[in-house]
């Protein structure tokens, strides 16, 4: 695989280039071992850091996500190019258990994951500085939940949340916050809390201890002082949307007209709550309402805030059509979540739920990556491009870069025939609009009766009831 780098610029095809770092990054190469003080060093064992990592990341990539598909994909000898013991992993498993590979994931260190995560995010979807008229790159934020089973001490970490009742439910929600590339280039940052703790919390801490200088856009979730100051205080830019009342607050009991800007100094109120790092001080910007108008819908005023103060080199007509391309970050989560099955995290501890919530991700900019040199060929369209076929077309593919023996010219024409694939797998142009339908079901009776009580207590009385009987 390391012929396939030296000799890249051998090569003629004009993405050979673009292709190197998802050749490095599929192999696993340059991956230094996780420090950890044990008496059994890591090389030692069958399922060292390497494999391991990979299994995590291809997990996410196969459509089967269970432990028993990944040792079945593991005695096939699906992984034995990767290892560098003398045995290769395919003979070193005699057993269909998943036991190992379950220790093996439990073994690894969760800092050395994410490490991993950022490092791979860095190589493959990170655009250059001057993608924006800005002169930073562009960075979509977005928030949303992960369900997980109450097993081991996940619910001391992610404690579930109540029902209307005040009962505690029976699944555990965990609260993330993530960070996009520009047209759809990946995900860059993300944060995996617990459910009390807030999506603008989890966004100081994805903005202050990188200290990346970017320009973020977020909706009104991110609206607030804490998550503008934190922007600010790393050197970067924010174009937010906020709420009616809150904008009201920031022009000072003067009413704001539909395309006016206003210049404001957004300082902190007794109620903008702060973090341990970030200063308490007001943030320059100008306040801009637009008012929307789509058609078939009612139009609606929009309030948002941005600290680009250059009204001449910055129009509001841009600024809304930058924030515009926000939206795709929804249809984008929901591929990370549906597609490579991270909802529910089906794992029986915390830094296990973390683990996979990286690992899942990393599989996300693999496909994602791969899907932006696909738009690199003339005549293909990025956006049309189908997220489910290239992920299948990288995973049947990784058979081929893996065998041994096999030349570095073949594996980089692998690579660009998957790249030729994935540009040829569109998503159908539908030639009638789809109707809207009506946020409404038919009344489905329920086939049980209500529960009374908690959970627990119907248990004891059905585990009295079968012992009577």
Sequence with gaps: MRKLFASANRLSHPTDELLAPFARWLALEDLPQPERKTPRPFYRRAW???????????????????????????????????????????????????????RARRRLPLAWVMTRFERLA??????PAASSATGLPVRLRDGSTLRLRPHGDIPRHFPPHRT?????????????????????????????????????????????????????????????WR??????????????????VRAGRRAE???????????????????????????????????????????GWRSEVLYRFTTLTDTAAYPPAWLAQQYGRRWRV?????????????????????????QEFYAGLMAYN??????????RAPGVVGERLSFTTARVVLWGALGVLWLNGVSARRRGAE????????????????????????????????????????RAQARRKLRQLTAKS
């Design 253 to 295: 009991g003067r009413p704001l007209r539909v395309g006016e800007e206003r210049p404001v100094s957004w300082r902190p109120s007794r109620h903008d709550q702060g973090d341990r790092d970030l200063r308490r001080a007001a943030v320059t910007g100008r306040l801009v309402a637009v008012r929307v108008q789509r058609r």
């Design 330 to 354: 929804e249809g984008d989560w929901r591929w990370v979540k549906s597609t490579l099955g991270l909802n529910p995290l089906e794992v029986k501890s915390a830094d296990l739920a973390r």
């Design 415 to 454: 690579l660009r025939r998957i790249c030729e694939e994935i540009g040829r797998a569109r998503q159908p142009r539908r030639r009638k609009p789809r109707p809207s339908e009506p946020q409404a079901q038919y009344h489905v009776p329920n086939a049980f009766p209500a529960l009374c009580g908690t």
């Design 122 to 127: 860095r190589a493959l979807v990170e655009e």
């Design 164 to 224: 209307a009742r005040r009962q505690r439910d029976y699944w555990c929600v965990g609260r993330t916050v993530v960070a996009f590339g520009a047209e759809r280039a990946g995900v860059l940052a993300a944060r995996l809390g617990s459910l009390p703790c807030g999506e603008q919390a989890l966004a100081v801490r994805l903005i202050l201890p990188a200290g990346a200088r970017a320009w973020y856009v977020g909706d009104r979730n991110f609206g607030v």
């Design 366 to 375: 693999l496909v994602r990556g791969l899907m932006r040199v696909a738009a």
């Design 48 to 102: 060292c850091p390497r494999l391991t990592l990979w299994y995590l990341i291809g997990q996410r990539l196969s459509p089967h996500h269970p432990l028993a598909a990944v040792v079945a994909d593991a005695r096939r000898g699906g992984a034995d190019a990767l290892s560098r013991a003398k045995r290769p992993l395919s003979r070193c498993l005699r057993s269909s258990a998943t036991t190992a590979f379950a």
């Design 227 to 244: 998550v503008v100051r934190a922007t600010a205080q790393a050197g970067g830019q924010v174009w937010v949307r906020l709420t009616g």
